[in-house]
């Protein structure tokens, strides 16, 4: 049996950025990480390989870098682990045993076993496999009805990408009331949603699927809960992902109510040596110091790079006690992207705060070709001013604007800091600098604040 210092089961963000800051931090520490398929994707550039990138091979992700710093990878399945005596067996019976487990297992999609004809032939997940997508990506060439079940994030993009391709009718059924509801504040819910009707999508939202249908065993229509029909050749299930625990919970790791293995602030789990990163480890959220259910590569990579340092004793502090969940989209032109607290979560939290937002362009002046308008909306306790939220929805300065509201928020910034930012401006890149748009929304709240 070969023996390692560390050894990583999975190959996605989370193992990736694991396995990298750890060799860079321990060089002379012997690692080994194992992944399921030769190639490996970017996860969250899965929808655009329908349209946008128009290739599976477009966006393809993998260790190299791992490899390049002198990790070693080998491509098969573990199917079992000793998590006292840290061994990992594989498919074809090699077995190797290390200091430092780690696992990286990420998450497998939500299977709807209630909807009836969920396993029909021509219905398809948003898997993060590259040769399941791929065969999914040739499989859609020839289909020309399709209907995507689920208006989150993949749902969406998929539906959008899709729709783009002139050839093809397209059906998004979401059963909340708008589309992105787990993300976004109501307001910013609605504009999204106008956002995909705005396309070629046919958006249903407010429905439920009762069954998809397929007599020969093959999809022919879905039946919603309105009592409409709709034909189809193929059905994209798009509604949600569940941590892929499987492995670790034979091995007796400590999973929560939430079927994600239970760690502490530094990724280790109860049995010693043994640690969990990325979608299969538990989260605790930012604000509310609860179990959370926050599946992203940015969080997991993240977690990912304070595990790499301290695999071998701490020696960074972490410098965030919980999930801060930050999403962004884009959606027929518009970008759409939140963090932290809106009025839908902070009613479920029980958080009091005071909302301001204030609109303009993300150039001065404004009457430049490739303007858009930009819109932030922020959050802050009306005690003392901290920023808890924010959204922002404009142009695509939004992606990178979101990200300076969380480091805000992580780091308690208060809206009468914010008043002192001091700023860099251009014509071509930002707002004026006399309204500068995260500033005028900071002022707004303190007003009310004054109140």
């Not at 931090?25 to 490996?40: H, I, N, R, T």
């Not at 992902?241 to 499987?246: A, G, I, R, S, V």
């Not at 965030?320 to 939140?338: D, H, K, P, Q």
């Not at 150039?363 to 819109?375: A, I, M, N, Q, S």
């Given at each position: 049996?070969?023996?390692?210092?560390?050894?990583?089961?999975?190959?996605?963000?989370?193992?990736?950025?694991?396995?990298?800051?750890?060799?860079?931090?321990?060089?002379?520490?012997?690692?080994?990480?194992?992944?399921?398929?030769?190639?490996?994707?970017?996860?969250?550039?899965?929808?655009?390989?329908?349209?946008?990138?128009?290739?599976?091979?477009?966006?393809?992700?993998?260790?190299?870098?791992?490899?390049?710093?002198?990790?070693?990878?080998?491509?098969?399945?573990?199917?079992?682990?000793?998590?006292?005596?840290?061994?990992?067996?594989?498919?074809?019976?090699?077995?190797?045993?290390?200091?430092?487990?780690?696992?990286?297992?990420?998450s497998n999609v939500v299977i709807p076993t209630f909807i009836?004809?969920?396993?029909?032939?021509?219905?398809?997940?948003?898997?993060?496999?590259?040769?399941?997508?791929?065969?999914?990506?040739?499989?859609?060439?020839?289909?020309?009805?399709?209907?995507?079940?689920?208006?989150?994030?993949?749902?969406?993009?998929?539906?959008?990408?899709?729709?783009?391709?002139?050839?093809?009718?397209?059906?998004?059924?979401?059963?909340?009331?708008?589309?992105?509801?787990?993300?976004?504040?109501?307001?910013?819910?609605?504009?999204?949603?106008?956002?995909?009707?705005?396309?070629?999508?046919?958006?249903?939202?407010?429905?439920?699927?009762?069954?998809?249908?397929?007599?020969?065993?093959?999809?022919?229509?879905?039946?919603?809960?309105?009592?409409?029909?709709?034909?189809?050749?193929?059905?994209?299930?798009?509604?949600?992902?569940?941590?892929?625990?499987?492995?670790?919970?034979?091995?007796?790791?400590?999973?929560?109510?939430?079927?994600?293995?239970?760690?502490?602030?530094?990724?280790?789990?109860?049995?010693?040596?043994?640690?969990?990163?990325?979608?299969?480890?538990?989260?605790?959220?930012?604000?509310?110091?609860?179990?959370?259910?926050?599946?992203?590569?940015?969080?997991?990579?993240?977690?990912?790079?304070?595990?790499?340092?301290?695999?071998?004793?701490?020696?960074?502090?972490?410098?965030?006690?919980?999930?801060?969940?930050?999403?962004?989209?884009?959606?027929?032109?518009?970008?759409?992207?939140?963090?932290?607290?809106?009025?839908?979560?902070?009613?479920?939290?029980?958080?009091?705060?005071?909302?301001?937002?204030?609109?303009?362009?993300?150039?001065?002046?404004?009457?430049?070709?490739?303007?858009?308008?930009?819109?932030?909306?922020?959050?802050?306790?009306?005690?003392?001013?901290?920023?808890?939220?924010?959204?922002?929805?404009?142009?695509?300065?939004?992606?990178?604007?979101?990200?300076?509201?969380?480091?805000?928020?992580?780091?308690?910034?208060?809206?009468?800091?914010?008043?002192?930012?001091?700023?860099?401006?251009?014509?071509?890149?930002?707002?004026?600098?006399?309204?500068?748009?995260?500033?005028?929304?900071?002022?707004?709240?303190?007003?009310?604040?004054?109140?």
């Amino acid at each position: 049996m070969k023996h390692y210092d560390v050894i990583i089961i999975g190959a996605g963000p989370a193992g990736i950025i694991t396995g990298t800051t750890a060799k860079k931090q321990f060089p002379d520490k012997s690692m080994l990480m194992f992944k399921e398929e030769e190639k490996g994707l970017v996860p969250c550039g899965i929808p655009y390989i329908f349209y946008r990138l128009g290739d599976v091979d477009k966006n393809v992700m993998g260790p190299k870098p791992f490899v390049d710093l002198g990790g070693e990878v080998i491509t098969e399945k573990v199917i079992e682990v000793n998590a006292e005596n840290k061994s990992v067996k594989t498919e074809s019976g090699k077995e190797f045993s290390c200091d430092k487990l780690v696992f990286a297992t990420g998450s497998n999609v939500v299977i709807p076993t209630f909807i009836p004809g969920h396993d029909l032939n021509n219905v398809y997940y948003i898997k993060k496999s590259y040769n399941y997508i791929k065969q999914v990506f040739e499989d859609l060439k020839t289909k020309k009805n399709i209907v995507v079940i689920g208006g989150g994030f993949i749902g969406a993009e998929v539906a959008e990408q899709l729709a783009l391709n002139t050839d093809k009718n397209i059906t998004l059924v979401e059963s909340e009331e708008c589309c992105f509801s787990k993300a976004f504040s109501k307001d910013l819910c609605k504009i999204a949603t106008e956002a995909l009707r705005q396309t070629a999508i046919k958006v249903k939202t407010a429905t439920k699927v009762e069954k998809i249908i397929g007599p020969e065993g093959k999809v022919t229509s879905v039946l919603l809960s309105t009592g409409e029909e709709i034909p189809c050749e193929a059905v994209i299930m798009a509604i949600g992902y569940k941590p892929n625990t499987e492995l670790a919970a034979k091995a007796g790791l400590q999973l929560n109510k939430m079927g994600a293995i239970v760690v502490d602030n530094y990724e280790r789990t109860t049995v010693k040596g043994v640690c969990a990163v990325g979608d299969c480890s538990q989260t605790v959220g930012f604000l509310t110091g609860r179990m959370d259910y926050v599946m992203l590569a940015s969080t997991a990579t993240a977690e990912a790079r304070v595990l790499g340092h301290n695999l071998f004793g701490i020696k960074i502090r972490k410098n965030f006690t919980g999930t801060l969940a930050v999403f962004s989209t884009e959606i027929n032109g518009i970008a759409m992207a939140a963090a932290g607290l809106n009025d839908t979560n902070a009613l479920e939290a029980n958080v009091q705060y005071v909302s301001a937002q204030f609109s303009d362009f993300d150039t001065h002046p404004g009457g430049f070709e490739d303007t858009k308008p930009l819109t932030v909306k922020l959050y802050a306790s009306p005690c003392e001013g901290s920023i808890l939220g924010g959204e922002v929805w404009g142009g695509k300065s939004a992606g990178e604007m979101i990200n300076t509201i969380s480091l805000a928020i992580q780091k308690g910034v208060t809206v009468y800091e914010l008043v002192s930012f001091q700023i860099g401006s251009h014509p071509l890149l930002t707002a004026a600098p006399t309204k500068t748009i995260l500033i005028k929304a900071a002022e707004g709240i303190i007003e009310q604040i004054k109140k």
